[in-house]
């Protein structure tokens, strides 16, 4: 049965859980319109998270990936527009790396948009009550790092693997720590991704609603 | 058995639901330390609202009220510390009043603090995985409006009757339609009056920790 | 000549200068319509902040008060509603002190309201585009404390002096360590300032358009 | 004399200024470090703000170019990283053009990186005291179509021409009408402008400070 693969992280920046992992584990092995989920772990770590990415796209061979990340100042789903050539932390990784101005990929192009159909899937979450909306940058931390190297991936060696990223809210038991953030309870996370999958297996062409920002 | 009085609101501000009656009618009649709770709706009324709460405690006889309301910028639930003895309406009410700063009861003194034990409550709340803190202002619409005529009760007529205000989050379906507002599942916030109930009937005196906002 | 008395803060909270002293120490001696302001420095902590403002109205005997302090969060120069009855210090004033949940003056009512004609104030700021607005809350902290003690003051001992508080932002000298917060030129705090009195002076009773909040 | 290039936008949004302008057209004729400044107005229209701002380019001749326009949300002078070849217009521009999910050039790579020395120039502009950062995203609207614009002009016909981005606050005097909104005196705009004029002037390679997001 072909696969769509689910990636969580681990927890970073002082949490003890990562609500993108705590969503994504409860979806592996999920079958969904002849597709048959996998739920991996990726690293907190510069340059790890895209060796245990490749390795974890050869073992299941996805015709999609949608890789999920925490964002602690978002209030909703936010599926991220563009990934960009660049690593810039303002706080050390998991294993105490702290890339200034680098390239994920030297020599790779600027920026690579996301290849899902990432309207389509905003507006069947908003459909279903969950809040959800587009994003033009993921950061320079990890997240974007994953991210630009999964449509690297695709752009050289996978060109039949579509390509997304998910930032989520912070679950509210971590949001308890962080007075006024927003939260998102992580089994309407998981109702998300549920959602997710079945609108990459049933989207060809994305939607053209407008879904811009001013600034 | 003796009787804890929650109220929610009906939908007011062009929404279709409002999260505080959605959660509070679920704990009609839930039992809790020998008590038993009644669960009201309010009108989103200048007026109406204290008419409509004072049968309410006739007819229950309260030994505690919590009363609940819609707050569309807060990520958290928000145990309402002040409640101010003015109307100042932004928009109409739901039958078209708008007052401007008139007193909610005329020769009212010009606040009272909440008498629930509200720092007990959201050190509860926290400890259980829910984001609670404390609010200094209820505003000057109909939430404040109920919050401030239910502590004249108390001052007037009903000294035993402990009185608090809740504002909660939209719900995520409402949060759909308010690009990046916070939400929190009805479920969750459920489960946050449970707990609120239970702290009323467990804590005699309030706790002491600091809470204070700077401005 | 009549007395206008405006008090600014000393620095408090690891900042270097306060805005609120930089901008009412430039207004010293200034005179309008009749009236000569008298610019004062008060200490940021509980009760001596209190003893100082009595001593600065018994030597310059004001027809009217304004106190003006600093606040991180706010984008607009925010004319306060309310003074509670209540310290809760979140983190320590300058003399170490933190008191949490006890009031401001034993004995005293739970607030008072503003006597400055402050929604004409915050319409006359606006007028000559300077963001301004109304709150409803000025913390719990020494700006609160401060706030009520002067309100306490008016009731008791001097019906004939007109009492409000002022929250301003940071100035952007301040602002450039706290990355995203708003901020105004201190030049322009004291532009409103200048409004402020003269409003003051040229209005008996306040106007009356709606400013209230729904939450 | 050798010429940097300044350009703001025309009002739009149903504003009547744009600050943009106010603080750019202050500058024209301006002498720097053996270079003059060159100012000129943007139209907020797709595809002509392209062809004023080639025919700005061609007239002048620029060594540099900083493009500068309004953004509600940024409470900081704001240096903008990333240029993306994408229009996605959520309010129709001042011809009535509302572009959704088309590239600013058609064939031009997905993104730029902007050219000027931008870390450099928010170092020294929060040196003098006004707040700046970095930003990952210009939106998707007029202000990031000059800039990719420009960006492409340079990679494909102007490869000596350095350019950049920059989004400012609102005015105060706008900042009125949006309660809560942070705004920046336009004064202090254009002495950023002058600190950002000579960091380029002065700058040769960027330097290297950790300047990323998270998110």
Redesign the interface.
């Known amino acids: 049965m072909p696969t769509i693969l689910l990636t969580g992280f681990e927890p970073f920046?002082g949490e003890t859980v990562n609500p993108s992992w705590e969503a994504v584990r409860r979806l592996d092995g999920w079958e969904c319109r002849g597709h048959r989920v996998a739920a991996r772990l990726m690293p907190c770590v510069f340059g790890a998270a895209l060796d245990t990415l490749e390795r974890a796209v050869a073992e299941t061979d996805p015709v999609a990936l949608l890789a999920v990340?925490?964002?602690?100042?978002?209030?909703?789903l936010s599926l991220e527009?563009?990934a960009?050539n660049?690593?810039?932390?303002?706080?050390p990784d998991n294993a105490g790396n702290?890339p200034?101005?680098v390239p994920v990929v030297a020599g790779g192009?600027?920026?690579?948009?996301a290849s899902l159909p990432i309207k389509a899937i905003a507006t069947a979450l908003?459909s279903a009550?969950?809040?959800?909306?587009l994003?033009?940058?993921?950061?320079?931390?990890v997240?974007n790092h994953l991210f630009y190297g999964a449509c690297h991936l695709r752009a050289v060696r996978r060109p039949d693997l579509r390509v997304g990223f998910l930032?989520i809210p912070l679950a509210?038991?971590q949001?308890?720590r962080h007075?006024?953030?927003?939260?998102?309870?992580v089994?309407?996370v998981t109702a998300g991704l549920r959602i997710a999958v079945e609108t990459i297996l049933a989207t060809g062409e994305?939607c053209?609603?407008?879904?811009?920002?001013?600034?």
Chains 1, 2, 3, 4 share one sequence.
């Open positions: 920046g990340g925490q964002a602690q100042s978002r209030a909703e527009r563009v960009v660049l690593d810039d932390a303002r706080i702290r200034v101005d192009p600027t920026a690579y948009f908003r009550g969950i809040p959800a909306g994003s033009h940058s993921a950061g320079s931390f997240c930032h509210p038991e949001a308890v007075p006024g953030a927003p939260s998102m309870a089994g309407q994305d053209h609603e407008a879904a811009g920002t001013l600034e």
